[in-house]
Antibody, heavy 125, light 108 residues
Framework: EVQLVQSRVEVKKPGESLKISCKGS????????IAWVRQMPGKGLEWMGI????????RYSPAFQGQVTISADKSISTAHLQWSSLKASDTAMYYC??????????????????WGKGTSVTVSS | EIVLTQSPGTLSLSPGARATLSCRAS???????LAWYQQKPGQAPRLLIY???SRATGIPDRFSGSGSGTDFTLTISRLEPEDFAVYYC?????????FGQGSKVEIK
């Protein structure tokens, strides 16, 4: 079964560091980009960035550049999202998703077809 | 930066009704880069449509997508009880993704 498995719940204090994970299985992890998406409580989806585990090429949304670090360990088919110093405003659900592409005669389609169940991060003193 | 604006914010309809959701881009985008997702409470998003009009695997044919340039539409031909959810359009190009703010389809 193709899936992305995420650590489910994290509760931290402001100023603490955190690294959450997203482990892929059932597909060749190094052949796909993996995206991270934030959803703050009661709000919509926000694109954070993507990583290609094959060579660790990483792209960040301007809103998240410098705020988080995206990394991957291809030896264990796992992508990570980390914070060095959490803030209360980092409280959110964080999803990872596989970015797939398929060829059509004029180019490529891009879409996120496999999603993890999300990691709930709560930052509170 | 391209902004995606969805409308309406909330659509109140009865089961069996037709739902039409709009996604407008602030500038022209390639149809190949436009996707739609469904999200139910407490669940991860699910891919419905990619390439503006292609249904993802396992998606019922009551869901259809259309549009080009700056205007895209997701249509649900006959709402089933399980279709009441929030829908997002999303665009990906050159390493950057953008989501619309979402449209909620609720039971009238």
């Amino acid at each position: 079964e193709v899936q992305l498995v995420q650590s489910r719940v994290e509760v931290k204090k402001p100023g603490e560091s955190l690294k959450i994970s997203c482990k892929g299985s059932g597909f060749t992890f190094t052949d796909y980009w993996i995206a991270w998406v934030r959803q703050m409580p009661g709000k919509g989806l926000e694109w954070m960035g993507i990583i290609y585990p094959g060579d660790s090429d990483t792209r960040y949304s301007p809103a998240f550049q410098g705020q988080v670090t995206i990394s991957a360990d291809k030896s264990i088919s796992t992508a990570h999202l980390q914070w060095s110093s959490l803030k209360a405003s980092d409280t959110a659900m964080y999803y990872c998703a596989r970015l797939s592409s398929s060829w059509y005669m004029a180019g490529y389609y891009y879409y996120m077809d496999v999603w993890g169940k999300g990691t709930s991060v709560t930052v509170s003193s | 930066e391209i902004v995606l604006t969805q409308s309406p914010g909330t659509l109140s309809l009865s089961p069996g009704a037709r739902a039409t959701l709009s996604c407008r881009a602030s500038q022209s985008v390639s149809s190949s880069s436009l996707a739609w997702y469904q999200q139910k409470p407490g669940q991860a998003p699910r891919l419905l449509i990619y390439g503006a009009s292609s249904r993802a695997t396992g998606i019922p044919d009551r869901f259809s997508g259309s549009g080009s340039g700056t205007d895209f539409t997701l249509t649900i031909s006959r709402l089933e009880p399980e279709d009441f959810a929030v829908y997002y359009c999303q665009r990906y190009a050159s390493g950057v993704g953008t989501f619309g703010q979402g449209s909620k389809v609720e039971i009238k």
